[in-house]
Each structure stands twice: as structure tokens, then as C-alpha cells.
T-cell receptor
Framework: AQSVTQLDSQVPVFEEAPVELRCNYS??????LFWYVQYPNQGLQLLLK??????LVESINGFEAEFNKSQTSFHLRKPSVHISDTAEYFC????????????FGQGTTLQVKP | NAGVTQTPKFQVLKTGQSMTLQCAQD?????MSWYRQDPGMGLRLIHY???????DQGEVPNGYNVSRSTTEDFPLRLLSAAPSQTSVYFC????????????FGQGTRLTVV
């Protein structure tokens, strides 16, 4: 069985400050890892994903996440946040060849303050 | 390109009533799924389907039925609504292999009174 734990339910941060949203996973098989973002009153959108290869993956809007197999973590970081980054962020895992089934963490609300 | 379309966006039901949440995708994805989103609990998988005629249970299937007669449509049925089913429901679709992006609908906010 697979599971995902997001360690912070809410992360308040001032604009232009760095941020880290933490995610740990548990799985007995190799996995694919994802971060999704949900803006208010919208569905989820893919932010970035790790499948294989380089352990550092980046999104087009400045977020990055690092896959750490030994610590079973996939933390999301951004060196300088904007007001527009205010949203809920979900870490998710799917087992390789697992028919597309995604298991989500509890979500972290990022609140960017001016 | 419409992507994943869910209807309705909002619904209020009385306890014991039944209803169907509709989900349609136009990307020819094999895999479709239904999640419910509750505060502090993230998204929990209700049912999923890997292709027409094939469905399976997720983490929280009780009280919900699904069927998949076509690749495009994956409706979720509540047979006898209960207050515990008050939630936001999301439909998602993706390719079969698990390594591609899942596309989500806009959600249905359901209140059972």
C-alpha cells in the first residue's frame, strides 16, 4: 500500500520570502511523484512531477522539488514567493505501472502575505 | 479542447435522495477516477476505471456506485444521500500508465441536509 504525508497543513509566508512545503511518502514499489496546485474554487493542476533520472525537477513558475529516496521525501521549494502563489498544494504518488491511480496527501495551504 | 467536464457545479440534496454526478472527458483517456475532498483530509479516491466496462473501488467507496459504458463518460451515483457525503467531488482522467498528468474537472460542491 502507498501513502503520502504532508507535514504542514498551513504555511504562512511573506511575499518574496522562500518557502518549503514538505512531503513524505511510503511505498513498497517504485513510484512516480507529483505536486498538484489548487487555486480557490478550481480543480487541481499539475505543478511538476518526478518519474526517473535527475532528482531535482522544476516547474515553469519557479517551483522545484527534490526526490530523496533514502528519506522517502519529495519536498517542494520556491526561493521567492508571490501573492499569486497563494493556493492549496497537494503531493501525490502513483506506483509505476499502477494504472494511473493517484494517492494524495492531506494538502498544504500556502498563504502569501504582502 | 474541453478537457474534463463535471456537472452540476453545485447541488443540495435532502437525506435519502439519489442523484448522479456527471463526468465527461474528450482526451480519449483510458483511466478515470472520482475523488472527494474534505478539509484536512486531502483527496480520497472513491472509484476508478481503467477502461470501458471496467471499474474498481478506491479508498472510500461506500454509498457510491459507478459504471463506465463509454471511454468518455464516468458518472458517479449516490443511491441514498447522507449528510456524511457532503463534500466537494472531483473527477479526473489520465492515460493508463500512471506517469502522465491527471486532468481534473472543476468540481461539484454537494451539500446533503
Amino acid at each position: 500500500a502507498q501513502s503520502v504525508t504532508q507535514l504542514d497543513s498551513q504555511v504562512p509566508v511573506f511575499e518574496e520570502a522562500p518557502v518549503e512545503l514538505r512531503c513524505n511518502y511510503s511505498s513498497s514499489v517504485s513510484v512516480y511523484l507529483f505536486w498538484y496546485v489548487q487555486y480557490p474554487n478550481q480543480g487541481l493542476q499539475l505543478l511538476l512531477k518526478y518519474l526517473s533520472g535527475s532528482t531535482l525537477v522544476e516547474s515553469i513558475n519557479g517551483f522545484e522539488a527534490e526526490f530523496n529516496k533514502s528519506q522517502t521525501s519529495f519536498h517542494l521549494r520556491k526561493p521567492s514567493v508571490h501573492i499569486s502563489d497563494t493556493a492549496e498544494y497537494f503531493c501525490a504518488v502513483s506506483g509505476s505501472g499502477n494504472t494511473g491511480k493517484l494517492i494524495f496527501g492531506q494538502g498544504t495551504t500556502l498563504q502569501v502575505k504582502p | 479542447n474541453a478537457g474534463v467536464t463535471q456537472t452540476p457545479k453545485f447541488q443540495v440534496l435532502k437525506t435519502g435522495q439519489s442523484m448522479t454526478l456527471q463526468c465527461a472527458q474528450d482526451m480519449n483517456h483510458e483511466y478515470m477516477s472520482w475523488y472527494r475532498q474534505d478539509p484536512g483530509m486531502g483527496l480520497r479516491l472513491i472509484h476508478y476505471s481503467v477502461g470501458a466496462g471496467i471499474t474498481d473501488q478506491g479508498e472510500v467507496p461506500n454509498g457510491y456506485n459507478v459504471s463506465r459504458s463509454t471511454t468518455e463518460d464516468f458518472p458517479l451515483r449516490l443511491l441514498s444521500a447522507a449528510p456524511s457525503q457532503t463534500s466537494v467531488y472531483f473527477c479526473a482522467s489520465s492515460y493508463y500508465t500512471g506517469d502522465t498528468e491527471a486532468f481534473f474537472g472543476q468540481g461539484t460542491r454537494l451539500t446533503v441536509v
